[in-house]
Nanobody
Framework: QVQLVESGGGLVQGGGSMKLTCTLS????????MAWIRQAPGKERDVVAS????????YYGHFVKDRFTISRNNAKGAVYLQMNSLKPEDTAVYYC????????????????WGQGTQVTVSS
């Protein structure tokens, strides 16, 4: 059974940086497309960043604007989200998600989800 566990959330001051980590167990990590998806209170979920396992294609949400970087380490079974120049509007619960299917940037394309980690950016 595939399980995803996120870590690295917390409170950070605006303009600061934070790195989230997600580890996958129960599957062959290198064959999973991975994503970070966030949801702020009262708002829809948004794909922050995703990485397709078949060709390495990377997608970023329009609001990222070169501030965030997604990366993965197949040997460790981990995907990362480095977030720089954080803004109060980045405050949300950040979820790690995975699928073995083809992804095209949609939020509902994932079969497995982590429990989420809270990121709070103060002004």
């Amino acid at each position: 059974q595939v399980q995803l566990v996120e870590s690295g959330g917390g409170l950070v001051q605006g303009g600061g940086s934070m790195k989230l980590t997600c580890t996958l167990s129960g599957g062959t990590f290198s064959r999973y497309s991975m994503a970070w998806i966030r949801q702020a209170p009262g708002k829809e979920r948004d794909v922050v960043a995703s990485m397709r396992w078949t060709d390495g294609f990377i997608y970023y949400g329009h609001f990222v604007k070169d501030r965030f970087t997604i990366s993965r380490n197949n040997a460790k079974g981990a995907v990362y989200l480095q977030m720089n120049s954080l803004k109060p509007e980045d405050t949300a619960v950040y979820y790690c998600a995975a699928t073995t299917e083809f992804i095209s940037g949609g939020v509902d394309e994932y079969d497995y989800w982590g429990q989420g980690t809270q990121v709070t950016v103060s002004s």
